[in-house]
């Protein structure tokens, strides 16, 4: 258990309250329309833009410390370079179609190119891929480190103070929310740095004490393992967040160069948390590898300091978590129940906000129960990015080209790599290591390729 002075639970109180003030102010004032709760109003400002996407995208920042305290530079190699690539990527070739397009959501954009089937399905997978469970599952360590309550009462405390403006709010209760974090985040991270450096010499000093496996881009993993990594970052092409940002822009312009510019904060705030990691890996050698950033932060910063240190922490996860709690619950209320309402009588009347409110009731309790399995941030992300992108980003790109398949062919070239992919998996942990030396991602995507191609030929045909 972290020991807390009084003046840095001060930091962490006011941090609360001034998080919740900002999350309902105004609320009240949001409109019960689809257009202002869930986008809105296609009002978003490029600085709101640009802090709303940087402070989403750092939820796992204990998995990030605990993968620095492991494998070093290596964290770098996976989990920032890849990810820059494809964020460049889309600013240039989706995100102005994004907006141009002037849909709500992914499945919106299954459903005009293909069809409603492939909707709903892309909309299942969806709400797996933007579960706030790793994320949850974060805060709930931080909490109960902090106060010593048990580990289950920690997460349902954590996803209740993450989530309970968006009931009101949506979109634009994320967005002040956001802005605010994303000022703590990297003030905590600006100020454990510079204390470190002052005390302890430079990050370039610290480099040179680090283990020979920490200086290099595996940090000791297989060429195949950093590969799967690659393929995984992926993601960014097919992440709701990114998605929703760009359909809430003011306009085209507003969501290339926000996405361009959130690159270059990624970049700073990356070597922010290298930097912290490597310190820790000098100062706290014995410590759990998944706690590294706040106990380097008790070792390093005076009270107070460490207080808002440990706000930047909280800021950097409560961001993401409030951001994908709603992208889950538009998935599941507006994407799934408001799709088939015609078959459920007892949605019929009930719009699609209404529906979305419903979702996030029980996104939180879906979020819990994965939290609650699979307690581990990078294991998380692993299996769930190993399963679901296989099956969506072929489709999803597709849709952007003149390819045009039905709905059915859609439907199944979504369904059957996500399947290959799920059970390759199965047979890796049942074996101990990739079944057949093949990660089971690259099973899924060379299924999903495989079966695009034939589609298109017989189609042709």
Known sequence: MINLHWLDGLAILLYFCSLWVIGFVRSKHSADDEKNYILAGRRLSLPGFVMTVVSTWYGGI?????NTFLYGLQTWVIFGLPYYVFAILFA???????????????????????????????ALLLLVLASPAPYILSIGILLQAFTGLPYSTALILALIAS????????????????I???ILMFSGFILLVG???MSYGSPLQIWDQLPET????????????????????????????FYQRSAAAKSETVAKKGILIAVGFWFVFD?????TGFYARILVPDAQALMIFPLVGEKVLPPFFFGLFLTGLLATIMSTIDSLGLISAVTFGRDILWRIRKSAPKFAGLSSVDLTKRGLVMMAFLSLILALSVPSVIGLWYMIGSMVIPGLIIPFLGSFTRIKLTDEKAAISIILPVITAALWWLFSRWFGSPFSSIEPFYAGIIVSLTMFALFIGFQKR
Do not use: C
């Not at 907006?99 to 492939?118: M, Q, T, W």
């Not at 920490?214 to 992926?234: D, K, Q």
């Not at 070597?271 to 930097?275: H, K, P, Q, S, Y």
């Open 180 to 182: 605010f974090q994303f």
């Open 271 to 275: 070597m922010l948390t290298l930097f």
């Open 92 to 122: 240039f070739y989706l995100a102005p179609k994004i907006r141009r397009a002037n849909l709500v959501s992914i499945p919106d954009h299954f459903e005009k190119r293909y069809g409603p089937s492939s909707a709903v399905i892309s």
């Open 195 to 197: 204390f470190a450096w």
């Open 62 to 66: 204990l998995g990030v410390g605990e």
């Open 163 to 178: 989530l309970v403006y968006i009931w009101r709010g949506g979109f634009g209760a994320v967005i002040r929310t956001d």
């Open 214 to 241: 920490h200086r290099t881009p595996t940090g000791g993993n297989s060429f195949s393992y950093i590969m799967v990594w690659f393929f995984i970052a992926l993601w960014t092409f097919i992440d709701p967040g």
